[in-house]
């Protein structure tokens, strides 16, 4: 399974835009960029996710470096319900049979108000 | 909509004892994954159930057992306990591919069931 890598830690200021990074330097070109989050007391639940180019949905945004080896969530602007830890996954929707996702330990956004 | 649900919340155990969870999928949905998480870590993959059988197993040893029903909710076993089985466990529902228009089914994962060990 390809590997992320992101920081184990990160504040952000309430109603300021958040800015999370994932390195993926092995993601290979049929991976897709997923990310899930974990609030307190509760399972993952999905984010975004992307292939190639940027994406927005009504809870994030999705930067992908051009290259793919790297992709940035973005929360536009933070609120105190977003402190949560924050998983970055690959997943290849091709490899039939290896569905499962696997998380590392992601980065434990606080939110500062 | 109710989405995926999972019973009991909480339970606690002795040692060597036997334990089954349960999960309900969300409506729709046929493939149920079930997953460990221990405390400050990730969730890891246990094992994935379609159409009655496994399809997927992580690196669990045979202690762990699953089961799926015709309705698609699905048992997950623990035999003989260990402290090192404590644990949050999680289920995760996902629709057949190309129902939501991609073959990038979204997971859905209930709250848990958190087992404790004595």
């Known amino acids: 399974d390809a590997k992320t890598t992101q920081p184990n830690s990160m504040e952000s200021n309430e109603e300021e835009p958040v800015h999370l990074p994932c390195n993926h330097s092995t993601i290979s070109g049929t991976d897709y960029i997923h990310w899930y989050r974990q609030l307190p007391s509760q399972g993952p639940e999905y984010v975004i996710h992307g292939l190639t180019s940027n994406v927005n949905n009504r809870m994030a945004s999705l930067a992908i470096a051009e290259d793919r080896k790297s992709s940035t969530l973005i929360l536009h602007r933070a609120t105190l319900r977003d402190a949560a830890v924050y998983y970055c996954?690959?997943?290849?929707?091709?490899?039939?049979?290896?569905?499962?996702?696997?998380f590392g330990t992601g980065t434990r956004l606080t939110i500062i108000p | 909509d109710a989405g995926v649900t999972q019973s009991p919340t909480h339970l606690i155990k002795t040692r060597g004892q036997q334990v089954t969870l349960r999960c309900s999928p969300k409506s729709g949905h046929d493939t149920v994954s079930w997953y460990q998480q221990a405390l400050g870590q990730g969730p890891q993959f246990i094992f994935q159930y379609y159409e009655e059988e496994e399809r997927q197993r992580g690196n669990f040893p045979d202690r762990f057992s699953g089961h799926q029903f015709p309705n698609y909710s699905s048992e997950l076993n623990v035999n003989a306990l260990l402290l090192g089985d404590s644990a949050l466990y999680l289920c995760a529902s996902s629709p057949p591919p190309g129902v939501e228009g991609t073959l990038e089914e979204k997971l859905f994962f209930g709250s848990g069931t958190q087992l404790s060990v004595l």
């Open positions: 996954i690959l997943r290849d929707p091709y490899n039939f049979g290896n569905e499962k996702l696997t």
